[in-house]
């Protein structure tokens, strides 16, 4: 019986594996795992909550749930854009925590098979792609894999350090 | 297999329902004390709750409990067997609750996740020492009166007893694999129904075993009223099989309608219990001889415990009251859209208008959902109480008033230890000696007062003794040698004498017993007031005894805030810590040389916290004649808070930061943050912090 249910988790985790949310920021296209993604909204009216670092642009009200949003271009360290009736707020659940990811626009949900996942270029020190796990090919496209986790913790250093 | 079972709900079952069964228990010993004896009732009951926990825990295979239990239940086997005459009854009170005291902290541990691995060996060992005393001490083995004549007695006296022959075929409770429950109801003429019953019962003794009736008293000249307005009822277990009980039963001469059911175990154990008549079913009314039979005790324990209850997760509940706060603000973004402005909508308002009742009466439902009676918590100082006299020589009764008053679940869970460690210092500190109460003229046994009541939002919480008093000139000596004095002496009311107590590191006693007196006295009290956002009063009359009041809110989700305006961002601050809002004249602010602002107001002189500076909000209100001061206070700390505007004042209901949010460990003076009427968030500002903030700034 435990067997069914092991199968049964495999086949949904199956069904998801490859599928990608992707959305832009600029000119270049991201990646992110759909299993991370709860749902997408439009624009929200933010509470700003002073004291926090810039690309956290406060909290919104979904539905009652109280959740933080990131602003992904600020977090990029990107020129900050004007909001518009195009950005849309990705709800992605991360560890149990619930952050909304501010984007310039939503496009797709596609399914990038395993073999056109590569390992982004390592180069020395000084190249930022901490936040990028992998790089998808799609036809002539390239999309940016996120590693969701890192978006919210690998903070942490840069956090203490600003309070010392 | 079976260890899934184990981990899950049937785990959580186990846990709730031996910690109530625990909690029925202490009640019963508590009780049965203060009576001097252990009546049939009291010892059928502890019979039959120990039963039931060695039952669950060997299933559960916590072996530990079990044992223990076990040998719990073969004393009062004996007990309820034998004369009970030469007991030593405090003795027998010690060693349960001995029992019950370790049965609790393996249920703790196994709550949190740990494993039941107490060693009850000694306590095994001390009930096995004074059941041979027991056993010793009797005069031979008592011969068990035969039924039928012990049935047939007439007269209250005889209720405990019949029960325990009733089922005493039946020691261990598992002999019979099959309980049942039979409403039989005998033809209109036939008259004698009573006898009939009690053939009915014959016939079944020959197969069945811990059989119970109601009426219970077959003799009695009432009986046959009973029997034919509401049919006779029997409960009992037996080997046989639906089928052969049926048959069994249909022989009944003169039978009009039977009615047969199968029971499961623990329905079968609760109805074997003293006060249950088989709620809701076509049984017979216990009526007023009934309730004498059973003594107050009971009746009143049969009103809080035997209701329809279903027992719901409260993280269900705090969902089910998130919903309900959206459902009220989603109701008003439809009632109050932008889109029906202009329009003519009688109909529209009128189904608005009946939505709108609607929701507030769900509203009320849900909040009432979560409101629990203190009673529990109340029943729990008995306890405290009995083994603070013991330990410490001393008499005193309990004495608990309004204890049906609601609260909120959360917070009772807040007030549990507060009130014991109340309880416990009324009794340490105020309540005197047996000769000194006698000296100064006083009844030798001291009376402690536990009282509930509501007053508007608030519930107040009175724990008052009749002993000594507070000692004027002693708390100020103390206060004087640890430096605590902030003003001169002559000039202090006696209130303010006694609200030093309240004060960190305090303790008057000299000496530090096992109860209280650590120092770590009120204050600790006071912290868990304060932060559900009670407070704490203290009041006393030398030689007449100490009142502590404790006011709490009802309710720990909804407080009144007052929601302020600081450039495009609002917040709100908790009414109660807000003295006054005023606006500045020109000229009344000024400045010190370190650049800190303060304002005098009737002669004091008040911090002043700009929170558009504070927070780095771009506002045009700099100047202080054009906002408002809000003159906020917090643990007798005073601050002036200036903003841009005062917006109104709401219920609202409090909700924590994300989780992302506070690990940013830099946000100060931030509470929370709570979803206004019209769907946007306003942050809840935490005047402890912002006090503090400014100080350490």
């Known amino acids: 019986m435990a067997d069914v249910i092991d199968n049964t988790i495999d086949m949904e985790e199956d069904t998801l594996k490859g599928r990608f949310l992707t959305f832009s920021l600029g000119s270049e296209s991201y990646g992110i795992e759909v299993r991370y993604v709860t749902e997408i909204i439009g624009m929200q009216a933010i509470t700003e909550i002073p004291e926090l670092p810039e690309y956290v642009k406060g909290i919104i009200n979904l539905r009652g749930k109280i959740i933080p949003v990131m602003d992904v271009r600020l977090r990029f360290k990107k020129e900050p854009k004007e909001y518009n009736d195009r950005t849309c707020v990705i709800v992605v659940d991360i560890n149990d925590i619930s952050i909304g990811l501010i984007v310039d626009t939503v496009s797709e949900v596609i399914t990038i098979p395993e073999e056109d996942i590569v390992e982004p270029p390592q180069m020395n020190k000084g190249f930022n792609n901490r936040y990028i796990k992998n790089i998808g090919k799609v036809g002539n496209d390239v999309k940016l894999l996120l590693d969701c986790e890192k978006l919210l913790t690998a903070d942490e250093i840069e956090t203490l350090s600003e309070v010392i | ?697």
């Open chain 2, 1 to 697: 297999m079976s260890d899934q079972f184990l981990s899950g709900h049937m785990l959580d079952m186990f846990v709730f329902e031996t910690t109530q069964l625990l909690e029925q228990l202490e009640a019963c010993i508590l009780d049965a004390e203060k009576d001097g004896f252990y009546s049939g009732n009291a010892i059928n009951e502890i019979f039959r709750i120990m039963h039931t926990i060695k039952g669950s825990s060997a299933m559960m295979r916590y072996d530990g409990i079990s044992s223990l239990a076990h040998s719990i239940e073969d004393l009062f086997y004996l007990l309820r067997e034998g004369s009970s005459c030469d007991v030593e009854y405090s003795e027998l009170s010690d060693l349960v609750l001995a029992g019950v005291d370790f049965i609790k902290a393996q249920i703790e541990s196994i709550k949190s996740g740990g494993a039941a691995v107490g060693d009850a060996s000694k306590l095994i060992a001390d009930n096995r020492a004074f059941l041979a005393r027991l056993k010793g001490s009797e005069p031979g083995n008592r011969e068990p009166a035969k039924q039928e004549t012990d049935t047939a007695e007439p007269g209250p006296d005889h209720a405990g007893q019949e029960q325990d022959l009733a089922r005493q075929d039946d020691p261990s409770g598992s002999k019979y694999i099959n309980s049942f429950r039979a409403v039989i109801r005998f033809q209109e003429d036939c008259e004698m129904e009573n006898l009939r019953a009690f053939s009915v019962i014959h016939n079944l003794e020959e197969v069945a075993g811990g059989i119970r009736h109601v009426p219970e008293d077959l003799m009695s000249p009432d009986a046959s009223e009973v029997i034919r307005r509401d049919g006779f009822t029997i409960s009992f277990r037996t080997d046989c099989s639906y089928v052969d009980i049926h048959q069994l039963l249909m022989q009944t001469v003169f039978l009009k309608e039977l009615e047969l059911e199968q029971t499961d175990e623990s329905e079968a154990a609760q109805e074997a219990g003293i006060t249950k008549p088989s709620a809701g079913e076509r049984t017979a009314d216990p009526g007023e001889d009934r309730a004498a039979d059973y003594g107050m005790q009971s009746i009143s324990r049969d009103h809080t415990s035997h209701q329809n209850i279903i027992s719901v997760p409260v993280a269900k509940l705090d969902k089910l009251m998130d919903l309900m706060g959206e459902f009220v603000i989603a109701e008003a973004m439809v009632i109050q859209n932008p889109d029906l402005d202009g329009l003519e909508l009688n109909n529209f308002q009128k189904a608005a208008q009946r939505l709108n009742k609607i929701t507030k009466e769900i509203q009320d439902m849900v909040m009432s959902i979560r409101m629990v009676p203190l009673a529990a918590t109340f029943q729990k100082m008995k306890r405290v109480v009995r083994d603070m006299c013991k330990k410490l020589g001393k008499e005193a009764d309990l004495v608990i008033i309004g204890e049906e008053t609601e609260v909120d679940k959360n917070i009772i869970e807040h007030i549990s230890d507060p009130l014991v460690h109340l309880v416990r210092n009324a009794l340490d500190h105020g309540i005197e000696s047996t000769q000194e109460r006698l000296a100064a003229g006083k009844d030798k046994k001291g009376t402690i007062t536990l009282e509930a009541k509501s007053a508007g939002g608030d519930v107040l919480i009175i724990v008052r003794d009749d002993g000594r008093g507070l000692d004027r000139e002693k708390i100020l000596q103390k206060a004087r040698e640890k430096g605590m004095l902030y003003r001169p002496e002559s000039e202090m009311t006696d209130r303010e004498v006694f609200n030093l107590i309240l004060l960190p590191s305090f303790s008057t006693r000299d000496d530090v017993t096992e109860f209280s007196g650590r120092g770590v006295g009120m204050d600790v009290v006071v912290k868990n007031i304060e932060a559900i956002g009670g407070s704490v009063i203290l009041d006393s009359t030398p030689n007449a005894g100490t009142t502590v009041t404790l006011k709490i809110p009802l309710t720990l989700a909804i407080i009144d805030g007052m929601n302020i305006k600081v450039g495009k961002a609002i917040f709100t601050l908790p009414t109660i810590s807000i003295k006054e809002s005023f606006r500045p004249q020109a000229g009344e602010a000024f400045t010190d040389p370190e650049g800190n602002e303060m304002i005098m107001v009737r002669g004091n002189c008040y911090p002043i916290l700009r929170m558009h500076q504070y927070y780095n909000i771009s506002t045009d209100i700099t100047d202080f004649t054009e906002g408002i001061m809000i003159m906020v206070e917090h643990d007798e700390k005073t601050l002036c808070i200036f903003a841009d505007e005062l917006l109104g004042q709401q219920q609202i209901v409090v909700k924590s930061l994300p989780e992302y949010i506070r690990q940013f460990r830099k946000v100060k003076g931030l509470a929370g943050c709570t979803l206004l009427g019209d769907g946007n968030i306003s942050l809840i500002l935490d005047i402890g912090g912002l006090i503090y903030g400014k100080d350490s700034k």
